[in-house]
């Protein structure tokens, strides 16, 4: 059982099978096949209005050259402290933006706060020495695994405005914070202000699978050049676009993310359950993170099952870890059995009530 | 019939099934997985040493981030002056290699000749303003279709080491100079002086699975951290290191690349034989080069025939091509059928014996 | 009277005449000329070894350069964070060493602490995703005005080489801290560890005149190129040479530093004995660092005089700024006037005095 | 006597003069002095309409820093395949324009012509892997020591235009070919469509004295964030401003440049008579290329001439070099004495008469 990433499974059965079925036969490379055409008539569909799409290999990838086009190399981009652009990356920003600089901010939960980010923006100092902000980027979900509320989109858009500033979201679980809102994808993105989006569609289901979808006609511009020189363009690229085919299709992507969302619920709940177990901030996409015994963690473990422990950076000001406890994330996927869920919650039962008994 | 390029077909079943195998149950991401483990192995199998082997997601990546271990920024790589590299990537291995530059030499076929390099470097101005020579990189097979000898590769080695140079090999269509030869990846690599090679196996039958392999173990020491900031770290390995197990069983590769060279033999000789059509030079893999008459072109374009005409930058200094005549390249590949070639030149013939009768 | 920064005037007597002498005749240009070649004599003779010595033009130059020269594109840079490097240069560092990030680490008095600099090596995650640490940057004096001690350095260095970083010393103050610590430039620099020194002589009489100096050969190789690469090999060097010749001799250079320091010695008693007014942190060379009530500051700025506010990132735990202070920095150079100093302590206190009144 | 270059030499009279006199006192420091205002305003003044200054401390930062604001990183700059910035600058166009590439074309003399630009232009691949063409480059003296007139400008201008490129001018030699030409500032930049200027001073009497002056708006827009970057923002500011200021009083500037180019025009007439000596191609400002024999060549060096020896690069196809003959450069100053061209005159004379008599 393993609950360390989204990312350990392999495609889901449609999504493998849109790659088998396009496999055959010869058409045109770099893009220009008849599936990549249709692919993006279909995002353009969902998002309700003409989009710029770009596929890409890796969401590092994917968030790399979207906050290119946004932010030149003299510019700053705002982002939580805690971001996976900032710290799971290993530089990929600061490469494709050419030594642009991340700004990290903090906030509960990984999330930011308009209000912090205007107030980060507003005290900037005016000086040639300063880099001038070009960009936010969020994450949809949140690392912490937070979704953003619609109207905390709307309000992220608003300082971007004020400050103009590129809004850029890293959707690398988009799925599963739109099925958490329960909006269409244009409500959670262009009608809030989003400019450029980054669509993960890999850990929700996809075998490599990342778009760039760009709603500001601008920073499209230039971004076939830039991926064509990232070595982003697959030359056979209509096997990226073949698993959108997939993932779209009857709303495969949709049941992939509810049932992740589902899962992760089940987990929280039992989890909270648990005595001397509490949550560090509330579950609301596919991903738990709760603080446990370090008793527990090394039970857990020893039985075999896999997950990370996480940073206390992004905690409320009222939580503090104990020195004997440990927080953890528990990440559910569109391939985490029910059956699994339940196994783990029985071990960690167990574990805390034989750990009491001793 | 479509001899553009040998990009246009899909993956090979032997490699689509590896994939459909290994897409199964969890596995570890990044690179850590079994299959990952077990391909590293084979390589060195293969390369008869120990070999320090990186995925990437194109070919295009796998160049740009072998030369950006190779080639300080202030630092100039030599290659072909129509080498992939310089002409066909916009730029990337500048942007991996953060500015250096590459600086292009003429050669019959787009082969370099050992003596021309050693030339060049050795009148290069010795001063600050002068970018130092660091690396040089050719492509087996070069550009135009041609194969280097391993007495080639050995004196291209031979001023490597002379001049304090790393020594690429572009092996886009590794597999294609490997059966032309008849040698050993080994004779046709290190045994020669190769420190870094890109090794192709898209274009021979993959989806999309190339990979850096380093014999100068100083060349390997940062590649994983390159390849990550540059998004080529694809989460779901496996699903690129499978595809090497298809294309490695049973002399898959080989049999492929055999095919394509064949393919391409019979289609060279058919046209030669054709009055007023001559080879700009030999074929010597599965790509041929032939100067044909410009009716002759329209007619087999009209015909719905697919391929590129070609730069006259690398012919012969014997050879001029004539106001009424064009370059063109024809591409054949795993999937070519012979059934294809031969209509491809009844066409070309039929054509040829109706404009001689206009 | 201005306490602004130490860059606010022009050269010192020595300095210019020393240009003016060089001006004369026609000498090699590029480096070459007699007057570089001594001088890098002389800071061989200075340091008591060999040294590699390279001029820039800018403190931000020599700064990016050297870091350039240590850090490779993917690493990172760790520093105070209110080092200069990051966040008084527009990004330069993160252009020169090509994308590189610096980490920034708190410390009272933009002082960072040897066991502070080793935990958070330690605590690093040994992943790919994590840029890897490849220098330490200190500012000698730091941003907050203090000197590292001898032994301070000892013990970063050490912590240098136990993780494999190069230390670099930004000395933009060299000279301020040299005599306030009344040691040798040898002690105080590759004695204790430091590899490669940003040598500042701009701001204690230079016109403009910044020099890198290497200790760790391998440090040195490529910085010729990457200097020229950047703009910063001044055709008529002499003139920057000549410049470092009128500030070495007789001593001139320590005359100027020891002169600035004990005027920000007087104004920093003066200052601390006023009602209201305290040192944030001791004054150690020739930056003052008071908190002044905000009817003081307004009214010193009422009066003409020039100094900037400062933030608050590096205060000790124990100290707070109460809403009606601020905290401010004064800078007193080789051509602050004791006159000045004494009258500003005249205006300072004949303002509390008054305040104190109402 | 030394012909090697114009920047043997340190400043002249007036300039040495104007940096004393700006030395005494305070001000502002990073360009917002009242020295660098005036400057700023004779600009605009001299050019006859509204400019965009930026003060640089090299003329190889001066370029690297025009081009960065018209060339995005994968954009593509034309230029002379002998310019100053593709073959004298170790890579610093391709620093900081971050890997944009430098495509260089023939031309006699290393000037360019408007039609093999535009062909040039015309022939490139509409693909994603061609990297757009996004500036021309010329050097307003050529590399070559010839002047563009006015209508070969215009030409160049109109093909810009075509294409959509910015037209930035290299000019080093601004001076020498204003006076060639005679005509204004203004009829030799924008009016013939060029958007962005490198202005040297420093070979025709400055210190180190460059600047950028940018007629197209948008090109100025981030010019100061990467002139800071670049740590090329030098601190005590007006020391550079102050050149500016003793070099264009009285007209000093012209004069010096009509010094140089008369003393390279008595040099050339005088080489132009010995027999077995000609012009590579005609003299028009203040270099002067000629074609001598290898024996005269030796003795001129025995006899201590300082001067370089040439490409043969953009020689007219209806030239060739003799094998005993050599191609050089002599290029004259301001400083030049009318007595040291008639003392090198007479040796060549003698050497010449010598060696027929031999």
Known sequence: MNFASDN???????????????NAGAMAAYG??????????RFAELFEREVFVFFAATGTAANALALSSAVPPYGLCVCHREAHIIDDECGAPEFFMHGAKLAGLPGVGAKLRAEDVDAYLKGLPKAVKQMPPK?????????????YGLDELAALGRVCRAHGLSFHMDGARFANALVALGC??????????????????TKNGGLMAEAIVVFKPELAEALDYRAKRAGQIISKSRLIAAQFEGYFAADHWLDNARHANRMAALLSEGLA???????AWPTEANEVFPIIPQALDRALKAAGLHYHSWTELSLPETETIGKDEVLIRLVASWATGEDEVRRFLEIASSEVSRQAAE
């Open 32 to 41: 220009n096949d008849e599936i990549s055409v249709r692919v993006r008539a």
């Open 135 to 147: 960009a936010l980027s969020i994450s949809q979900v949140s690392e912490g695994g937070l979704v």
């Open 273 to 279: 359950r648990l005595p001397g177990v509490r949550l």
């Open 8 to 22: 350990i499974v392999g495609a889901s059965g449609p999504v493998l099978q849109a790659i088998v079925e396009a």
């Open 184 to 201: 269409t994808p244009a409500e959670m993105t262009w009608k809030q202000g989003v400019d450029i989006l980054s669509f993960g569609a």
